[in-house]
């Protein structure tokens, strides 16, 4: 019964709210004098120590048929260096999980483990690795024996390595397509520094330097066996999981060698606002605050900081929800706090977003309800709501027996004491008026506090420089080094490029002249992270700027909607706008962009070359106005462009069309593959191809 009072407690919470309006005859909700809660009440966890120092905790849970174990070790985000291995932990965890182990390829320990109905999973988090596994009691064994593979002789498979950074470099290329993750990007970076971990922002140089001896080495310093804590939870004996555990894992002996961990100085950022332009935003996301506490805390005085929080920032019942919500309605959410970690450095902050025109309201709003919180003490109700908000929720962090187990694993593994939790919850009760006014004057620090806004400048009304010291920051994502070495361009070489490029528009392409539509239908089959997709495709285009796709894939239509320098996806109802890239760069390089702004253009002729025993001109095409470049092979014979290289956000992309016939005198591609690497990524087979037909131009309006 003790392991079932989390759910009967979380129902007794929630069925108060589920009553309204009392019938004849009844109590009023607010008359009904409720019991106080009782202590936690947890399952107890048995304990035992292998040999080689792995450290085993179990909760026996009888009732159900499924063993879950989590292993923790020491490592993670908050040990890397700046300048050396950024990123390497998120990369170390995906390997061990993909990257196979020198015994089983990678394919054929995905099969094990589907076959097995096993699932492993490997995280990085600030302070640790998280290993979890699931499995039938029964696979106990088996899943052990996979799991002490991966975790004991991983192969960090190169394959697998360069999959893993081709999906990284992709999150690189479209990490300002989302403004909330700009905004708290940014707002670290500020807080932090560029120089520490936190702060740090990922980019193309930092990415070449992750490589495979570069994740053997951060896997080394981390996994061994005495920096590991497991936890087992399931229809399982302390006795079994041990001899299954020492039986795979009990001959590892590698002796781990631990980093310091990142210290957290006081970083000023030497401005007071901060501001980054967007231009397809008609909204704000901002965030104020400053660095924060070091380090965990005591129970009573997280508990008063939990209060406060509660009060402050906490559910539509806080203080800045109530007014920057409800009275003035510029947001549909608002939260924040004083973070409170068990190590390193928390942050003290408060973030919303509010159409742009309100971008100054709402700063002053957060700003004015700090000073009144640190000025006048709270009022009795406020803090009583607080407790039960608090109460109400926490009791949630303990409504499974796999949350208790993980709590329990990271109390141990934050060296806290097992009843802290139980501590905290008697300490909320025990909070009063003064405590929460002295951690508003003693956490928050208005003076130290930095703003900063992502938003379109033009829509925003008022000025920042009120604020202090202002400074714009930029977000631009600088271009990776082309992976190739362009020879310096001469004279001779673009007048020969100039002529290649404009014999095949005057010739084979002169029909694109007279291109004002164009329709085409197509099936395109994707390789996504392995897994293959088939997508259908139609496309409608209004020259010279308005483009119109609708793809359905699996029962699902997305729509692609670009107009002038405006451009939209459609999903699922939501619509969303196109990252500037896809907008401004939609026209460079096409046959009608060329024969139509021949003035944009410059053709470096660099070599005849051979490929599939076909002979190309291949020419180095840039933009005359910009930074846009690619690489085109035009064939000797034909005058067709077939090939063209580009760099995109997996690496050098490689197009290559095929199947050319003629549509009304233009010759079209009713074949195209796109290959990074050695590895195709998508195909496109042309079903039917429309020129100048007549296109709905409604189809290309944007609100």
């Not at 804590?229 to 079994?240: A, D, F, K, N």
Request: charged letters at 30%.
């Amino acid at each position: 019964m003790k392991r079932r009072f989390s759910w009967l407690l979380a129902i007794l919470l929630i069925l108060p709210a589920m009553i309204s309006t009392p019938a004849q005859g009844q109590k009023s909700i607010d008359k009904i004098d409720f019991p106080p809660l009782r202590d936690f009440d947890l399952p107890p966890v048995h304990k035992a120590r292998m040999d080689n120092g792995i450290r085993i905790r179990l909760i026996k849970e009888p009732d159900v048929p499924i063993v879950s174990l989590y292993a923790l070790f020491q490592g993670g985000e908050g040990y890397e260096k700046v300048g050396k291995n950024l990123g390497v932990s998120s990369v170390t965890a995906q390997m061990l999980r993909i990257g196979g182990t020198r015994e089983t390829a990678p394919e054929e320990l995905d099969r094990l483990l589907d076959s097995q109905g096993i699932s492993i999973s490997f995280s990085s988090q600030r302070d640790y690795f998280l290993v979890h596994m699931t499995c039938l009691k029964e696979k106990f064994g088996k899943a052990v024996e996979l799991m002490s593979e991966m975790l004991t002789d991983p192969a960090f498979d190169e394959d697998k390595l360069t999959e893993v950074k081709t999906q990284l470099r992709s999150s690189l290329a479209r990490r300002n397509d989302e403004p909330a993750p700009i905004n708290s990007r940014e707002f670290d970076r500020i807080l932090y520094g560029e120089d520490h971990p936190f702060g740090a922002v990922m980019n193309y140089e930092a990415l070449k330097r992750l490589n495979r001896e570069t994740v053997a080495e951060n896997y080394r310093r981390f996994f061994a066996p005495g920096n590991m804590l497991t936890g087992v939870i399931g229809p399982l004996e302390l006795m079994e999981v041990t001899r299954v555990l020492e039986g795979f894992l009990g001959n590892w002996e590698h002796q781990s060698d631990l980093p310091q961990y990142t210290r957290t100085p006081d970083h000023d950022p030497g401005f007071k606002m901060g501001f980054a332009q967007k231009d397809n935003l008609n909204q704000s996301y901002l965030s104020i605050g400053h660095l924060g506490i070091q380090g965990k805390l005591e129970a009573p005085e997280k508990a008063r900081i939990k209060v406060f929080n509660a009060i402050f920032s906490g559910g539509f019942a806080g203080r800045l929800m109530n007014r920057v919500r409800t009275k003035m309605g510029l947001t549909y959410g608002i939260g924040g706090g004083i973070m409170t970690p068990r190590r390193g450095r928390g942050k003290t902050y408060i973030s919303t977003f509010t159409k742009s025109e309100s971008t100054i309201q709402a700063i002053d709003a957060i700003l004015e309800e700090i000073r009144k919180i640190q000025k006048e003490e709270v009022t009795i109700e406020e803090l009583n709501l607080a407790k039960d908000y608090f109460r109400n929720s926490y009791v949630f962090e303990f409504s499974t027996p796999a949350q208790i187990l993980l709590k329990q694993l990271t109390n141990e593994f934050y060296g806290v004491e097992a009843d802290y939790d139980a501590r905290l919850l008697r300490a909320v009760e025990e909070v009063t008026v003064s405590d929460v006014h002295r951690i508003a004057k003693e956490y928050l620090n208005p003076e130290e506090m930095v703003i900063f806004v992502l938003g379109n400048r033009e829509l925003i009304k008022g000025d920042f420089n009120k604020y202090g010291k202002t400074r714009e920051i930029g977000i631009t994502i600088p271009a990776p080094e082309p992976e190739e070495k362009i020879p310096p361009s001469t004279p001779k070489a673009l007048e020969k490029g100039r002529r290649v490029v404009e014999k095949s528009l005057q010739g084979p392409y002169s029909g694109y002249r007279k291109l004002k539509t164009l329709q085409r239908e197509m099936t395109m089959n994707m390789d996504m992270q392995g897994r293959k997709m088939t997508m259908e495709v139609t496309s409608r285009i209004i020259y010279p700027d308005k483009f119109y796709s609708e793809m359905t894939v699996m029962g699902m239509k997305m729509e692609r909607v670009i107009n002038g320098d405006r451009g939209v996806m459609r999903r699922m109802g939501q619509e969303s706008p196109l990252p500037e890239d896809q907008v401004q760069g939609a026209g460079f390089g096409s046959t009608y962009d060329m024969m139509h702004n021949p003035r944009q253009y410059r053709y470096q002729y660099l070599e005849t070359k051979t490929v599939d025993g076909e002979e190309y001109h291949v020419l180095y095409v840039t933009s005359t106005e910009g930074d846009d470049w690619k690489k085109l092979y035009v064939h000797t014979g034909t005058g067709f462009f077939e090939i063209e290289e580009q760099t995109g956000p997996q690496g050098l992309i490689r197009n290559v069309s095929s199947d050319f016939r003629m549509v009304e005198g233009i010759p079209f591609s009713f074949r195209q593959e796109t290959w990074t690497g050695e590895k195709k990524i998508n195909e496109v087979t042309v079903k039917s191809t429309t020129v100048n037909p007549e296109i709905d131009p409604d189809l290309f309006k944007l609100e």
